[in-house]
């Protein structure tokens, strides 16, 4: 069997000389799907994520993407392999521009990025109308639109969202998840944190439920949500 084409394989690890938040974690995605990590408060969701971009120390285990072994590389080095991470907070340049954040997305270019960004106004037609706004003077969505753009700008071969929904309106999450969605219909494999269980799980391909910082329950966003456990514990019943 093939690895997947991202995988955080049974991660052990903590921050610094802090101890282990995560234990045997194992989190994937393949080539066009998009792969949800849940959980509770605490749980390790967002550490999980930050473990497969290098930001912490993964002491046990491996990270891989497209059958590479990436454990060992600085998050900047991830990105030119082409992991494209958007952080759930301070992810935009609030003083620049819409237009000015997405061309910074393309720090990593050295081709003609024009087509890239007529792709990102094309997915989010509302940045296309606020090109020339501060970026700061934008709605939650509307920012959270201008970070994974800035992302998409980068041309990663798998993107990663921690809580891209965190703090907007029902409305905007659903606006938000159809984007996701179209994304990840480009080829694009997409590993999301997620706090809104229910509807991440109802677009997901794969989901992992993390409770302090081990795997409970792995399986499609379907299983997931039909699995009377998973629904009492985590989902409200």
């Given at each position: 069997?093939?690895?997947?084409f991202?995988?955080?394989?049974?991660?052990t690890?903590?921050?610094?000389?802090?101890p282990?938040?995560?234990?045997?974690?194992?989190?994937?995605?393949?080539?066009?799907?998009?792969a949800?990590?849940?959980?509770p408060?605490?749980a390790?969701k967002?550490?999980a994520m930050?473990?497969?971009?290098?930001?912490?120390?993964?002491?046990?285990?491996a990270v891989?993407?497209?059958?590479?072994?990436?454990t060992?590389?600085?998050?900047?080095?991830?990105?030119?392999?082409?992991?494209?991470?958007v952080?759930?907070?301070?992810?935009?340049f609030t003083?620049?521009?819409?237009?000015?954040?997405?061309?910074m997305?393309?720090?990593?270019?050295?081709d003609?990025?024009?087509g890239?960004?007529?792709?990102?106004?094309d997915?989010?037609?509302?940045?296309?109308?606020?090109r020339r706004?501060?970026?700061?003077e934008l709605s939650?969505g509307?920012?959270?639109?201008v970070?994974?753009?800035?992302?998409?700008m980068t041309?990663?071969?798998?993107?990663?969202?921690?809580?891209?929904?965190?703090?907007v309106?029902?409305?905007?999450?659903d606006?938000?998840f159809?984007?996701?969605i179209?994304?990840?219909?480009t080829g694009?494999?997409i590993?999301?944190?997620e706090?809104n269980?229910?509807q991440a799980?109802?677009?997901?391909?794969?989901?992992y439920?993390?409770?302090q910082g081990?795997?409970?329950?792995?399986?499609?966003?379907k299983?997931?949500l039909?699995?009377?456990?998973?629904?009492?514990?985590?989902?409200g019943?």
């Open positions: 069997m093939s690895d997947p991202l995988i955080g394989d049974t991660m690890g903590g921050y610094g000389k802090g282990d938040i995560l234990h045997d974690c194992t989190v994937a995605v393949e080539r066009g799907e998009i949800v990590i849940v959980g408060n605490g390790g967002s550490t930050k473990a497969v971009f290098g930001m912490l120390d993964v002491r046990a285990g891989r993407l497209d059958g590479e072994d990436i060992h590389l600085s998050p900047q080095d991830r990105v030119l392999k082409g992991m494209g991470f952080p759930q907070n301070a992810n935009i003083s620049m521009t819409v237009e000015e954040n997405l061309e997305g393309a720090f990593i270019r050295r003609d990025f024009s890239t960004m007529e792709q990102v106004y997915l989010f037609p509302i940045l296309r109308e606020k706004q501060p970026a700061g939650g509307q920012r959270q639109q970070a994974v753009g800035r992302a998409l041309e990663p071969k798998v993107l990663m969202l921690d809580e891209p929904t965190a703090g309106s029902p409305i905007v999450m606006e938000l159809d984007r996701i179209e994304v990840a219909r694009i494999p590993l999301m944190v706090q269980a229910r799980l109802e677009i997901a391909d794969k989901g439920v993390l409770v081990r795997n409970a329950h792995t399986g499609t966003g299983e997931l039909a699995d009377e456990e998973v629904r009492r514990s985590f989902l019943g």
